[in-house]
């Protein structure tokens, strides 16, 4: 399952309240200037409390934040790491 969520997690069989999560944290993820009251009323729609909400941006910003430390800090990652950016 992890790998078929690794290749397109909107084809991984997922539940319709994990793709928005997913779809969220990416568009998040890649552009936040762009998240609008929509995207957020449409995790509310999928079930999520403000709370988990607060919680899936906590867990997006932190991750975006330990990445750009260890970018800056030219932190290479494990040999057993397999990514392409």
């Known amino acids: 399952m ?3 969520i690794e290749s397109d997690y909107r084809m991984a069989g997922l539940s ?12 998040l993820t890649e552009s936040p200037a762009a998240v609008a009251e929509a995207d957020v009323e449409g995790l509310r729609h999928h079930g999520l409390s403000d709370r988990d909400i607060l919680d899936l ?3 997006v910003a932190y991750f975006a934040y330990a990445n750009r430390i260890a970018h800056g800090l030219g932190v290479t990652l494990e040999p057993w790491i397999d990514f392409e950016p």
Do not use: D, T
Request: charged share 35%.
């Open 16 to 27: 319709e309240r994990r793709v928005a999560m997913l779809a969220y944290a990416e568009k």
């Open 57 to 59: 941006v906590e867990v």
């Open 2 to 4: 992890a790998v078929a």
